[in-house]
C-alpha cells in the first residue's frame, strides 16, 4: 500500500521560513505526478504546488516566487520549500500522488499523507 508521510510544519513568525518533506513509500516518484496541498478550517483542500514525473513545477498563485517544490527519487522524498510565511498560509499541509499536475483537481489525487499543521504567527 502507498504511504506518504509528512513532516516539518510547526510555528513560525511571518517572514520565516519552512521545509515540508514527504516520505514516499510503494510508489516511484519518478513516474509519479506529486505535490502539496493545503486545507484551513472550514476551507476545501486546495492545490498548492505540482512536480510532474520530468520535473515540471506549477504553483497556485499566491505561492508564487515564495515556495520551491522539488524531489529526490534516490530517496524517494518531496519537498515543499516555503520562505517568506505569511499568516494566511497557516493550514495543514498534505502531500499527495495522483494525476492531477495536468487538471490540477483535488479529484485527481489518488494517494494522500496524513498532512503536517503550518502555523504562521506573531
Known amino acids: 500500500q502507498v504511504q506518504l508521510v509528512e513532516s516539518g510544519g510547526g510555528s513560525v513568525q511571518p517572514g520565516a521560513s519552512l521545509r515540508l518533506s514527504c516520505a514516499a513509500s510503494?510508489?516511484?516518484?519518478?513516474?509519479?505526478?506529486m505535490g502539496w496541498f493545503l486545507q484551513s478550517p472550514g476551507q476545501e483542500r486546495e492545490l498548492v504546488a505540482t512536480l510532474s514525473s520530468d520535473f515540471r513545477p506549477r504553483y497556485a498563485d499566491s505561492v508564487k516566487d515564495r515556495f520551491t517544490i522539488s524531489r529526490d527519487d534516490d530517496k524517494s522524498l518531496l519537498y515543499l520549500q516555503m520562505n517568506s510565511l505569511k499568516p494566511e498560509d497557516t493550514a495543514m499541509y498534505y502531500c499527495?500522488?495522483?494525476?492531477?499536475?495536468?487538471?490540477?483537481?483535488?479529484?485527481?489525487?489518488?494517494?494522500w499523507g496524513q498532512g503536517t499543521q503550518v502555523t504562521v504567527s506573531s
Open positions: 499527495a500522488a495522483g494525476w492531477f499536475c495536468g487538471s490540477m483537481l483535488v479529484t485527481d489525487v489518488r494517494y
Open positions: 510503494r510508489i516511484t516518484t519518478r513516474n509519479s505526478c
